[in-house]
């Protein structure tokens, strides 16, 4: 209860300490601000090994084997009126001793590159508030905490949204979100795992309906066809049942696919 408590009242003063800073641009490291305007190789003693950079024309923040350690900032990357990417090479951990890992605020924010990302917090290892998109495709993300969406204020702060694509993404938990997108990705735990919704949003739930505690999604190797380069280039926009409804990926049996040419067709999954 004292947890809840305490957790309660630092949410409380994080909305505070946010307030007017919604649509600044800004990219910071462990507290220590990016100049977003040039490139630039980044180091600080928050790098203990690797290496990180910014690309200012791609928006694009590369983690190159790196080992980022965050000892007393409240987040460990945030990522605020900025649409990014984060390019992953090799195996890149962010360890957040103290509160958050990664905090986006409107920001549409895509990982990817092939490569895996480790974030250890002590609190929230990855939080999307106000009007945030983060997209997880073909790389590995592996979060040490929660990842979850702001629970609370006006339709804006409540509207983020996760979506992951051909990656694996593991974390302690996955809630309180406006959507949860897998494409070409299948729950591998827990068993009979599915999207739940309750008062706070979407979560990935146990069979049973309850939030749960060990979330591991994995590509599905059977819904590739789906994913891109379906036919002549084109890529999968929609799929659907046979009786119309939408799906994030490939379900058992005969499924319609939509691809980015308007044309349709029928792939069945085994």
């Known amino acids: 209860m ?8 630092l949410l409380i003063i994080a909305a505070t300490l946010w307030t007017g800073r919604i649509d600044a641009q800004q990219l910071e490291i462990a507290n220590n601000a990016v100049n977003t305007t040039n490139d630039a190789t980044l180091t600080g003693a928050w790098l203990k090994s690797g290496n990180v950079s910014w690309n200012a024309t791609t928006k694009t923040l590369t983690l190159d084997n790196a080992k980022i350690e965050n000892i007393a900032g409240y987040y460990t990357l945030l990522v605020s009126g900025l649409d990014i990417t984060i390019k ?3 195996s890149s951990d962010m ?5 958050e890992g990664v905090r986006l605020m409107n920001s549409k924010t895509t990982i990817t590159g092939g490569g895996t990302l480790k ?9 999307l508030h106000h009007d945030a998109t983060l997209t997880i495709d073909g790389c590995t993300v592996d979060i040490d905490g929660r990842l979850e969406g702001w629970g609370s204020g006006d339709e804006k702060d409540k509207n983020n949204h996760l979506v992951v694509k051909n990656a694996t993404l593991k974390a ?4 309180r979100l406006s959507s949860i997108t897998l494409t070409a990705c299948k729950m591998q735990s827990p068993d ?13 739930a146990t069979a049973d309906g309850s939030e749960a505690q060990n979330v ?20 999968a926009k929609a799929i659907y049942s046979m009786d119309g409804h939408l799906r994030s990926t490939l379900g058992k049996g ?4 939509r691809t980015s040419d308007g044309k349709t067709f029928k792939v069945l999954k085994k």
């Open 192 to 204: 009979g795992g599915k999207i739940g919704e309750d008062e706070f949003g979407k979560f990935v």
């Open 254 to 257: 005969i499924n319609i696919v």
């Open 88 to 90: 992953l090479i090799g």
């Open 2 to 9: 004292k947890f809840r408590t305490l957790h309660t009242l």
């Open 172 to 175: 302690t938990s996955v809630r």
């Open 119 to 127: 974030v250890n917090a002590g609190f929230t290892a990855v939080y």
């Open 95 to 99: 360890n957040a001793t103290t509160m």
């Open 216 to 235: 591991v999604i994995v590509p599905d190797k059977t819904a590739s066809i789906a994913r891109a380069n379906v036919e002549n280039g084109c890529e």
